[in-house]
């Protein structure tokens, strides 16, 4: 059956999907489903590449490959966020007790790295089973935010210039050293008379 929107069959377009993974037509020819032994699928996977439509299809992938695998920018700060503003004891019934797995939600679950069970014998020689739950770094996560969200003024630099001179009031920076400060000025002003 050939797909109106590409021209291309169930097959081809299965082959292309596969195609932009590692870029190994063999292997794509194969997962697509035609059939036949190395050569003969080598032989398929060449036809291919050189048919207009296949190629078109393979570039419209590659040009969309965010929207196909359902990556954003704001999917990317929701999750985040789970990390950023997440909280032990939010996995907790009580001081010592954490809720089943089962009862905590989706974002909770996010939030764990790591969880361990641990045996420990106690000084009456009873076994006490612990749990050691690990969560993602969450000043990290904070980082992260602050940097995609442009937060951090300091930090931003100019990538529009494409080559063009940089007005000076473009130029942000902190200096707490005062002698790096005055040299830095210096510079600056050696810059503008064109001595640098």
Known sequence: MIDKKTGLTDKQKRFCEEYVIDWNGLRSARVAGYKGNDQTLGVVAYENLNKPKVAEYIENIKNNLEQLAGVSALRNLLELRKIAYSNLSNLKNDWISFKDFADLTDDEKACIQSAEITTLTNELGEKVTGYKIRLYDKLKALETINKQM??????????????????????????????????LTDFIDEVKKGKK
């Open 150 to 183: 442009g937060y951090n003024a300091t930090e931003k630099l100019d990538l529009t210039s494409k080559g063009n001179e940089i007005e000076q009031n473009n130029i942000n920076f902190v200096v707490s050293d005062v002698k790096l400060s005055e040299k």
